[in-house]
C-alpha cells in the first residue's frame, strides 16, 4: 500500500486547459513533485543535491493511467510508494486522488535512475538510501 503523501495542491483555473479539466502537464508536474518529495524522505534532500552527494532521481520510463477528469477549485494529492529497488535504478509508484470524495483520478509508474549530477551518469543507490527505500517498498500489487 502506498505509505507516504507527497503532494496536495488546489487547482487553479490556469492549471486547466481549453477542455475544462487539469491539463497533462499538471499531472505530471505533481508526479515530480512527489519524486522530490520521496527522495528527500530517502535522505537525498535538496542540499544534499546542490552540496553533497549531488545525486537526484531522474525519470528514463513511464506508464501512465488516467481515470478521471480533475477541473479547477478540486483539492488534490498524491500518494507514492517504491515497487521496484534496483543497482542503480528504482521504480516509484503514484496515485493522484481528489480528496474530497477520494476518488483515484490518475496513477503512473516512473522508472528512474539515480543520477550522478556531475557525470550525468547512472550510479549505484548508496546503501543507506537503499535501506531507507525499503520503508517505502509496496508489500502487494494493490498498492
Do not use: W
Request: glycine residues 6%.
Amino acid at each position: 500500500m502506498l505509505k507516504l503523501e507527497t503532494f496536495r495542491s488546489v487547482v487553479a483555473p490556469s492549471e486547466c486547459d481549453v477542455l475544462g479539466h487539469m491539463n497533462v502537464s499538471r499531472y505530471f508536474a505533481a508526479c515530480s513533485d512527489g519524486v522530490f518529495s520521496i527522495q528527500t524522505a530517502l535522505g537525498l534532500g535538496l542540499s544534499d543535491i546542490r552540496k553533497g552527494r549531488k545525486l537526484s532521481f531522474a525519470v528514463v520510463h513511464a506508464e501512465s493511467d488516467f481515470m478521471s477528469e480533475i477541473h479547477a477549485g478540486e483539492v488534490i494529492y498524491l500518494l507514492s510508494g517504491i515497487e521496484e529497488i534496483g543497482g542503480k535504478s528504482i521504480v516509484f509508484k503514484h496515485k493522484l486522488f481528489k480528496a474530497e470524495k477520494q476518488t483515484l483520478a490518475f496513477e503512473t509508474k516512473f522508472q528512474c535512475v539515480l543520477l550522478d549530477l556531475e557525470t550525468r551518469r547512472a550510479r549505484e543507490i548508496p546503501v543507506d538510501v537503499k535501506e531507507k527505500a525499503q520503508e517505502f517498498l509496496i508489500t502487494n500489487k494493490t498498492g
